[in-house]
């Protein structure tokens, strides 16, 4: 139990930090991860921004009704809600083997 | 109404009308004890400091997530949003989408490295290896600065909601609520907070699905219906049928003129990106033991959050089919914005339900304003007093604690009275949009810098803070809800977003690349790099 905030850093040993940033699973673990998380980024928010951008100067192209009063501008907004779950879903996946790497690289340090 | 009628009205005629008259206050009375209970529950267990600010790590993912999700379906969601779409269709509905998508930055690339550098603010952060204090102290700013304008608007919700309940005038109204989050956030620390917002959550789901069951018995549950009464929303007969699917009610060109587009956009751009730089967000996932916990507990929070967000499709354009007018405007005949959900569960439901809504609102503010007060405080104390005037020596153990308590005491006190100050007419969506906004202009630059950037340094960090903060709350000043008014206004968007966002980061990185390289700085990088995406060394949890 902590009793100040202040006090050092948990009592792990003090690792080689330079050491771990530069062993190579490391750098190849880091690779992973930005291989999926900046397109995913890019692709969500170019899928998100379209939205305002075509509700806001395509209006009319918007309001063309697919199933009965309901428009195209409602069922885009409503799959933002779909592809966000997804997006998670993915990313929760790849995310638990990224777990098992770091947990690897680390082993023996804590 | 009609529940207790039926019970009652055969024997017992008086019961009956003081059952209902006090309904909404019994309830309300309910969740307070219960909440209160709580608190003194969780002030037993709160021994050290990170007990009180974190909760002693020792919440659950499911349980941080119906937390998170607790701590972020503010008065601006339930009643803000609510109000929005009825009167502005699907132009409020944006809200929804944007303040659910937002998760996806807040999962992708905030969450674990927060949880594996930090210990209780997101300044910790970015302390790790650049020169403490004045970070801090800036930081602690824009975190006091965003958790104020949210507590703002969740006042003004309180204030209405109490007001309609209890008929309790505004002003007394919102001291009341201030002086139970103080209660709760003085003694019970971040245990108690957390547990107000799972319960919290839990109701304000039952509440929208018994809402939105309603809305959908009205229309007979048929879908088609449903939409072709949105597509003809006539306000219950008393206006003219307007479609209120279509885009362009309050951003299009022909209801807001040239900028409203842009408008929408910059809308946005705050709250997908404003999300990731909330304090009372981020610290929440310091209540849980590790990075996987915080990352499943954002996963919980979408679901729960997403539901809530596609049900405001019932109760926000359900209540333009079935409200009349008259009863969704104020004295002086405008849009009464924030009053729209309880409304409808009044018609729809009686006033055992309207009482049970009413709860379930104040609920919600309660949870929402204990979080935020939470978050400044702990800033306040932990990083300015601690580590900026006492250079992070406590000179006396506890004291750390104790200037938290104080911080919530002031920070209530200044947001009652701003509250009091608007009055009950200002939307609460709205305001909140604005927190969004200097949320993600000050604080999401500099947090995804230091994780990302090597040669991110002090003076980025200072200028993207200082930058960012000013930039948006000069924006909206000027804005056509600031000093000058509609017709003076300077800069033509109500959404600072679009500018201050962009002008944050490009502070942080003009402040870094004009400045000298700091070699410190840069060599604690790869501690920090393998410690954000491992884990290693970061806070365990202290007590279970």
Known sequence: MSQSPLDAPSPALNPDWEKLEEKPEFRALLVRKRQFIVPSLVFFMLFYLALPILVGYWPDLMKTKVWGEVNIAYVFALSQFLMAWIMAYLYVRVAAKWDKSAAAIIQGHE | ?544
């Open chain 2, 1 to 544: 109404m009609l529940c207790s009628s039926l019970l009652f009205s055969s024997q017992l005629p008086i019961l009956s009308v003081s059952m209902a008259s006090n309904a909404p206050l019994i309830m309300f009375l309910a969740f307070v004890g219960l909440t209160l209970l709580i608190t003194f529950w969780a002030a037993k267990k709160n021994t050290g400091a990170s007990a009180y600010f974190a909760a002693g790590r020792s919440i659950t993912g499911w349980q941080n997530g119906l937390a998170v999700a607790g701590d972020y379906m503010s008065a601006a969601s339930f009643l803000g949003i609510s109000g929005m779409i009825c009167f502005s269709g699907y132009d409020g509905f944006m809200y929804s989408v944007g303040f659910l998508v937002a998760y996806i930055t807040v999962l992708l690339v905030v969450a674990e490295p927060l949880r594996n550098a930090g210990k209780y603010t997101m300044a910790d952060l970015l302390a790790y290896r650049l020169k403490p204090r004045p970070v801090r102290a800036l930081a602690s700013l824009s975190t006091l600065t965003v958790s104020t304008f949210y507590m703002i608007a969740q006042m003004v919700g309180a204030g209405v909601i109490i007001q309609r309940l209890i008929g309790l005038p505004f002003a007394p109204a919102v001291v009341g609520v201030g002086v139970l989050m103080l209660v709760y956030v003085v003694f019970g620390g971040m245990l108690a907070t957390t547990w107000v917002q799972i319960i919290k959550a839990l109701l304000l789901i039952a509440g929208a699905l018994l809402l939105s069951f309603l809305v959908l018995q009205f229309h007979e549950f048929s879908f088609t219906k449903f939409f072709n009464a949105v597509a003809h929303a006539d306000y219950g007969g008393t206006a003219e049928p307007k479609n209120l699917m279509e885009p362009g009610l309050k951003f299009g060109v022909a209801a807001a003129g040239p900028w409203g587009p842009l408008d929408l956009i910059s809308l946005c751009l705050g709250l997908v990106l404003g999300t990731a730089g909330l304090p009372h967000i981020l610290v929440r996932f310091y209540t849980v033991p590790d990075a996987k916990t915080a990352r499943s507990s954002v996963v919980w929070a979408m679901a729960i959050i997403g539901a809530f967000y596609i049900m405001t499709t019932f109760f926000g354009f359900g209540a333009a089919t079935i409200l009349e007018k008259a009863k969704i405007l104020t004295a002086d005949g405008k849009p009464d914005t924030n009053m729209v959900a309880p409304i409808l569960a009044q018609h729809l439901g009686g006033e055992l339900f309207f009482a049970f809504i009413s709860a379930v609102a104040f609920a919600t503010i309660l949870a929402v304003v204990a979080g935020l007060t939470m978050s400044a405080s702990a800033s306040f104390a932990h990083d300015f007093y601690s580590n900026v005037i006492h250079h992070g020596k406590e000179n006396r153990p506890g004291m750390e604690i104790r200037v938290a308590r104080i911080t919530a005491f002031c920070v209530g006190a200044v947001s009652i009275g701003i509250a009091i100050y608007l009055g009950p007419s200002v939307n609460a969506a709205f305001l909140v949009g604005l927190a969004f906004a200097v949320a993600a202009s000050a604080n999401l630059p500099v947090i995804v810098l230091s994780v990302f950037w090597k040669r991110f340094n002090t003076s980025g960090a200072v200028a993207g803070l200082a930058v960012g903060l000013i930039s948006s709350i000069v924006l909206i000043m000027l804005s056509p809800n600031g000093v000058f008014g509609k017709a003076g206004a300077i800069f033509p968007l109500e959404n600072p977003g679009i500018v201050s966002i962009p002008i944050g980061f490009l502070a942080a990185w003009l402040g870094t690349i004009l400045t000298a390289r700091d070699p410190a700085a840069e060599a604690k990088f790869a501690e920090l790099r393998v410690r954000a995406h491992t884990g290693l060394g970061s806070e365990k949890a202290t007590s279970h």
